[in-house]
């Protein structure tokens, strides 16, 4: 894998800071789509993630969708974790 290509996928997966929103976002939306049952070429073709991602991004991602996988399953934990809940109160807040 390409020093670049490492960056991109390392950038969106783990958040070293560099990522941008929008790349945030796409991998939110790809992820959420897969959630619902939409196969990964398909949602790569939709027009959210075209106008959002670049070609070569895309490309990137079909190279490796077990990372998308792992995405979305981190999602799915931290959502049923309950550590998202607006009604929680934040980890070490002592009320």
Do not use: C
């Amino acid at each position: 894998m390409n020093e670049e290509k490492h960056s991109f996928l390392h950038r969106i997966f783990f958040g070293s800071g560099e990522g941008t929103e929008r790349e945030r976002k796409v991998v939110e939306y790809i992820s959420h789509r897969i959630g619902d049952g939409a196969h990964l070429r398909d949602v790569l073709q939709e027009e959210y993630v075209r106008r959002n991602a670049s070609p070569s991004e895309v490309e990137q991602i079909l190279d490796n969708p077990k990372l998308i996988e792992a995405a979305h399953e981190k999602m799915r934990e931290d959502f049923s974790s309950g550590r998202l809940d607006p009604k929680s109160p934040p980890p070490g807040d002592a009320r």
